[in-house]
């Protein structure tokens, strides 16, 4: 009994520093449940008319409110903690034909994005996020393809590594 009392209390502990991380968050930058819907409706926006982006997400998206849902969930995850996305985005983009070239089209058009709808503080947190998991999905990606990249490395799928 004395363990699951320890147990409860940490748990409550966790989810009220979570809560007081969350506000720090919000108070600073002014990240709300409405701006992610704009950021994310206006990224996917500039995504599906994007020449290289669009098709690759057009091959693999054929109602896009669900996938909008989605990534409303996963951006509040990831900018706010809020614990609503429950996914594998690993898993989603492995078998995606997708490499630095498409990374960095997919944080420039986020980037615009991002600068066009955020406030200058909101922006730059969600900038410094979308930098992480590009770096994160590529990194998983070479590593599926038996690549080890190197650090400064970016993966190319004509097997090519190059540093920059």
Same mark, same amino acid.
Not at 13 to 16: D, F, K, S, Y
Not at 36 to 40: G, H, M, N, S
Not at 142 to 151: E, K, P, R, T, V
Not at 156 to 160: E, L, Q, S
């Given at each position: 009994?004395?363990l699951?009392y320890l147990?409860?209390e940490?748990?409550v502990?966790?989810?009220?520093r979570r809560?007081r991380?969350?506000?720090? %968050?919000v108070?600073?930058?002014? %990240?709300?449940e409405?701006l992610?819907? $704009?950021?994310?409706r206006g990224?996917?926006?500039k995504? $599906?008319a994007d020449?290289?982006?669009?098709? %690759?997400?057009a091959a693999?998206?054929?109602?896009?409110?669900?996938h909008?849902?989605?990534? +409303?969930a996963?951006w509040?995850?990831?900018?706010?903690?809020s614990g609503?996305?429950?996914g594998?985005?690993?898993?989603r983009?492995l078998?995606?034909p997708i490499?630095?070239?498409h990374?960095d089209?997919?944080l420039?058009?986020f980037?615009m994005t991002? $600068?066009?709808? +955020?406030?200058?503080?909101? =922006?730059?947190?969600?900038?410094?996020? =979308? $930098?992480? %998991?590009?770096?994160?999905l590529e990194?998983?990606i070479?590593?599926?393809?038996?690549?080890?990249?190197?650090?400064g490395?970016?993966f190319?799928?004509?097997?090519?590594g190059e540093?920059?």
């Open positions: 009994m004395h699951k147990f409860k940490t748990v502990t966790a989810a009220e809560e991380i969350t506000a720090e %968050i108070a600073r930058t002014g %990240i709300t409405p992610i819907e $704009r950021l994310v990224f996917y926006a995504v $599906r020449t290289v982006l669009g098709p %690759i997400f693999r998206i054929e109602d896009w409110e669900p909008l849902a989605r990534m +409303c996963f509040s995850s990831v900018a706010l903690m609503r996305y429950h594998t985005p690993m898993a983009h078998p995606m490499d630095a070239d990374f089209r997919w420039g058009l980037e991002a $600068r066009e709808v +955020c406030p200058a503080e909101a =922006a730059a947190h969600f900038v410094e996020l =979308a $930098r992480r %998991i590009a770096a994160s990194l998983g070479a590593g599926a393809q038996g690549i080890l990249l190197a650090s490395e970016r190319r799928r004509d097997g090519v540093i920059r």
